[in-house]
């Protein structure tokens, strides 16, 4: 958490596992648009993403007590979040998964002739740009979800290698090596295929209809075009240390960090004002 050190993060906990409410929502606001970005790249969508932050933040409120700074207090969320998101089997694409040869087949031989006008009257500009952003985070699926964590650790999050081998119980050795080859595999797919963030030919634009048709995008509710952005720093001041690890980083500048959607802070306030929350303190 931004401009704390360990001794003021280790005193914000202590008083929120005694029942410092203030304390508990400092924390929360702390880490919360952190958790809501790494569940919305390992996930793909906005919704699952929401859902998901909620289970992470609830299960880090109920085991705060347990911790004992032995880490950073964001190395141990991220340890909470990540085991969680590995397991999470709720969201779309564990039912429906993606390879990057059945996505690649996609955006090359999608069947987008034919498909009528069901824009809605949203421009179509809008709504190419929300495919875009939408297309590129959905390519992520494409990876297993081991792999999806190290390259979201490494390249959204920088995180140090020895950290994120301890977050995912791996030597940093094979971090960096895996981490390596991941973003090979991703960078190679960005330049065949995507015409915004790597050497192909952008097609969003032609497949606006077909991804509406496939349900992929809905002209009347734009998550990625209503986002709120938040400065990549923000996303930089998790980590204690930073590798120069390839020269790839420059092709995945598509993993814009987002604030957490109000309707997910509302949810949580809602909880820490319940009588749940009161009883979870004096457990």
């Not at 097609?203 to 995008?217: E, M, P, W």
Request: net charge negative.
């Amino acid at each position: 958490m931004k401009n704390k050190t360990n001794e003021e993060l280790q005193a914000l906990v202590d008083k929120a596992t005694a029942g410092d409410k203030k304390a508990l929502e400092t924390l929360v606001a702390g880490v919360q648009d952190i958790v809501f970005n790494l569940s919305l790249r390992m996930l793909g969508t906005f919704q699952d993403a929401e859902d998901a932050t909620q289970d992470i933040l609830l299960k880090m409120i109920t085991h705060l007590s347990s911790f004992r700074g032995d880490s950073s207090f964001t190395t141990w969320v991220f340890c909470i979040a990540v085991n969680h998101l590995k397991n999470y089997r709720k969201h779309m694409f564990a039912r429906y998964p993606l390879s990057f040869e059945y996505y690649g087949d996609d955006i090359e031989n999608g069947n987008i002739q034919d498909v009528p006008d069901l824009t809605q009257n949203v421009e179509k500009d809008i709504l190419a740009e929300e495919l875009k952003m939408s297309c590129t985070n959905v390519m992520l699926q494409c990876l297993d979800v081991e792999s999806r964590c190290i390259f979201i650790l490494g390249t959204m999050f920088k995180i140090d290698s020895r950290i994120a081998g301890d977050i995912l119980e791996i030597t940093p050795e094979v971090y960096r090596k895996r981490l390596s080859r991941i973003r090979k595999k991703m960078a190679d797919f960005l330049g065949q295929y995507c015409g915004e963030y790597g050497g192909g030919t952008c097609k969003c634009n032609d497949r606006v209809n077909y991804a509406i048709q496939s349900h992929r995008l809905n002209p009347l509710h734009l998550d990625y075009m209503t986002a709120a952005e938040i400065p990549v720093q923000t996303m930089m001041d998790v980590k204690n240390a930073m590798e120069d690890i390839d020269d790839l980083s420059q092709d995945f500048s598509f993993c814009k960090p987002y604030q957490s959607p109000e309707h997910t802070k509302h949810l949580i306030q809602e909880f820490l004002d319940s009588t749940q929350f009161s009883i979870i303190q004096q457990s």
